[in-house]
């Protein structure tokens, strides 16, 4: 069945960084786009970043761009989101997300705090 496993939350300081990893297992990795969505409490999941299966090209919202950067491991089944200049707003929890034949799958999410 297909799993998504993230790591990579904690605590950090604003102007801080930190990398966020999905593994995958399941479904043939490298075929598909993958996401990165957060939320916070009283609010809608958000879609921070996404990147595609074949050319790795790469979308983000506009409040991280320049700050936050999707990659991926195709031979790894891991996708990354690289977090610098970390603002308190960007305090969430993060999920890793695959769209499979109009199904949405979902990690258990990491929590990213950002505070001083």
């Known amino acids: 069945q297909v799993q998504l496993v993230e790591s990579g939350g904690g605590l950090v300081q604003p102007g801080g960084s930190l990398r966020l990893s999905c593994t995958a297992s399941g479904f043939p990795f490298s075929s598909y786009a993958m996401k990165w969505y957060r939320q916070t409490p009283g609010k809608e999941r958000e879609l921070v970043a996404r990147?595609?299966?074949?050319?790795?090209?790469?979308d983000y919202l506009d409040s991280v761009k320049g700050r936050f950067t999707i990659s991926r491991d195709n031979g790894k089944n891991t996708v990354f989101l690289e977090m610098n200049s970390l603002e308190p707003e960007d305090t969430a929890i993060y999920y890793c997300?695959?769209?499979?034949?109009?199904?949405?799958?979902w990690g258990q999410g990491t929590q990213v705090t950002v505070s001083s």
């Open positions: 997300n695959v769209n499979i034949v109009s199904v949405d799958y």
């Open positions: 990147i595609t299966s074949t050319r790795s090209l790469t």
